[in-house]
């Protein structure tokens, strides 16, 4: 049985792969580089360069480059993920909305130049682009880290509401 992406009920230590889908990825405009991407064969492009298992994406170089990082949720990694996206400081997230988690108070609210929560759960993608069955399980939310990724959240038609920080730009 496949749980949602947020399922609490998965057996230790099995992960499947989910995808974003691409009428969220339509409105982010283009990515230089996707960290966390699916295999090949995937149904879409997620950004110019991917990078997949085996190689590491936490080890890859990242600057320079506008990001999507749609990383492992699991709480013992998405951390690490958090922390680079930050560090790199050009792209957009996209994770579940637990603001009051280490990861965010760490690593997004300090560096977030724009968040936009997004209406209702998202329902993301088998790896063959069949869309899940099941919603995420929690609500998710659109990081910006630069100027540049806030215009874009502030321009697509994705629902929810978005909250800018004003310190930062």
């Known amino acids: 049985m496949r749980m949602g992406i947020g399922g609490h009920h998965r057996p230790k230590g099995l992960f499947d792969t989910w995808l974003t889908g691409r009428e969220i990825l339509r409105e982010l405009g283009t990515f230089d580089l996707d960290p966390c991407a699916a295999p090949e064969p995937r149904p879409w492009v997620t950004a110019r360069q991917h990078i997949v298992l085996p190689e590491n994406g936490l080890e890859a170089d990242w600057t320079g480059k506008r990001v999507w990082l749609n990383p492992p949720y699991h709480r013992d990694v998405i951390t690490f993920w958090l922390e ?11 994770v ?54 806030a215009k874009i ?7 929810g509401a978005l909250v800018e920080n004003v310190s930062l730009q």
Not at 87 to 92: E, F, K, Q, V
Not at 131 to 136: E, T
Not at 153 to 159: D, E, P, Q
């Open 84 to 94: 680079k996206m930050a560090r790199n400081c050009s792209g957009i997230s996209l």
């Open 96 to 149: 579940f909305a637990r603001t009051e988690t280490d990861a965010w108070q760490r690593w997004i609210w300090p560096f977030a130049t724009a968040v936009l929560f997004i209406r209702g759960r998202l329902n993301f993608y088998l790896p063959d682009g069949t869309r899940s069955g099941h919603n995420s399980g929690a609500p998710s939310a659109l990081i910006a880290y630069s100027l540049e990724d």
């Open 153 to 159: 959240l502030r321009a697509s038609s994705i629902r």
